[in-house]
């Protein structure tokens, strides 16, 4: 009889911690697999409701990381393959990463009725503080592309306390002038919004080239179920105000410019650049990453931002590989005093990692 027990007892005793590990693993999956596609969240604001995908728990003593995609795109055609690159994963279980879609991008957006009065830059980005209220962030790092960059520009500009560092790729501050007044209106009669979407995001060598890349985007945009949304973003970005950024009147926190190399926004990007701060700015220029640098080359760009969150103070102990292996990285800078003295100076990069980050102030032009 007690043998018979001892029997019972150790066939049931067996099984039951492969079932608990099983058990365990299968959570674990499930947790992982729900932090990889994020939760989404409708936010209401005093402008209307924004969508929110919040991916991972990050670190509360630390600022989120909140993304503000191009017109023409969403939060996952924008930053999916950014944010997703091996790389970019050390950053990503340090913070909370918080992707805004701008009002009615998202996919499976309601359809805006005709005539529906759609949110200026403005009023989108006063609706942002909500976003922050909702998910009780002190302060986030702001990372936005075209549209959004002018987005978090503006934000910044009105809730400096509120903004630790920001990350614009092909931003333009300006408001569009005369010229481009007339060219957008005669584009408007001649162009379809597919492509005058394409012209926005994508340089003409780009275009001519008709890549993968381009044909995916085209397709996307051009059998988007939310095509009148994209037009109202898209119109609204167009008519943005002049952000009035000069010296005295600029971001009070750290700054990297990104645009490509040919990349339809280039010249407005160096515009800006000229008016920030340039001990809190850094300047990356991409060669070969045309009017996407996210999307074409997430490999400079994550070890760009690396070096960037390094000198705010996080993540001191991050390698760095990827521009210090195997690759020169030419580096130059130049400032002015009072207008009249400047210097510029160029350096290559070791091939040491793990190097302190760059002074803020230079201007690094990273070519393959």
């Known amino acids: 009889m007690t043998t018979e027990m001892q029997e019972i007892a150790i066939t049931e005793e067996k099984p039951l911690l492969p079932g608990q590990s099983d058990a365990v693993k299968d959570v674990e999956i499930a947790a992982r697999m729900l932090l990889d596609q994020g939760q989404e969240h409708n936010v209401e604001t005093p402008h209307g ?19 503000i995609h ?47 009065q759609y949110a200026t830059m403005d009023q989108i980005s006063e609706m942002l503080p909500a976003v922050l209220q909702f998910f009780n962030f002190r302060t986030i790092i702001g990372v936005g592309v075209g549209a959004g960059a002018y987005i978090l520009s503006r934000f910044t500009l009105s809730n400096p306390e509120a903004v630790e560092g920001l990350v614009l790729v092909n931003v333009d501050t300006n408001a569009r002038g ?17 492509d005058q979407i394409m012209t926005h995001l994508f340089s003409q060598e780009e ?12 397709e996307r945009v051009a059998k988007a179920p939310n095509a009148i949304n994209i037009e109202l973003f898209w119109k609204s970005y167009l008519g943005r105000r002049d952000l009035s950024i000069e010296r005295n009147n600029t971001f009070k926190c750290p700054v990297m410019l990104v645009v490509g190399d040919q990349a339809p926004y280039e010249e407005a990007a160096v515009e800006c650049n000229s008016k920030l701060d340039p001990t809190t ?28 969150i390094q000198g705010m103070g996080y993540m001191a102990s991050s390698c760095m590989t990827r521009l210090s292996r195997s690759r020169t990285t030419s580096l130059s800078s130049s400032y002015s005093m009072e207008g009249s003295r400047s210097r510029s100076r160029t350096l290559s990069q070791g091939s040491q990692g793990g190097q302190l980050p760059p002074s803020p102030s230079q201007t690094m032009e990273v070519s393959c």
């Not at 690159?85 to 701008?102: C, G, L, P, S, Y």
């Not at 309601?110 to 529906?116: K, L, N, R, T, W």
């Not at 275009?207 to 085209?218: C, E, M």
């Open 178 to 194: 005369w010229m481009d007044w007339a060219a957008q209106k005669l584009s408007n009669l001649t162009s379809s919004l597919t």
């Open 207 to 218: 275009l001519s080239a008709n890549t993968d890349l381009i044909q995916t985007h085209r």
């Open 70 to 116: 191009d017109a023409g795109m969403d939060s996952k055609s924008c930053f999916s393959t950014l944010f997703k690159f091996e790389e970019m994963q050390e950053i990503v279980k340090n913070f909370t990463v918080v992707h805004v879609d701008a009002p009615g991008q998202e996919e499976g957006a309601a359809i805006y009725p005709a005539g529906y």
């Open 281 to 308: 700015t850094s300047f990356l220029k991409m060669a070969d990453a045309g009017g996407m640098p996210q999307l074409t080359q997430p490999s400079k760009l994550t070890e760009a931002f690396k070096y960037f």
């Open 49 to 67: 409701v924004l969508h929110v995908t919040v991916h991972g728990a990050g670190n509360a003593r630390r600022p989120a990381i909140l993304t």
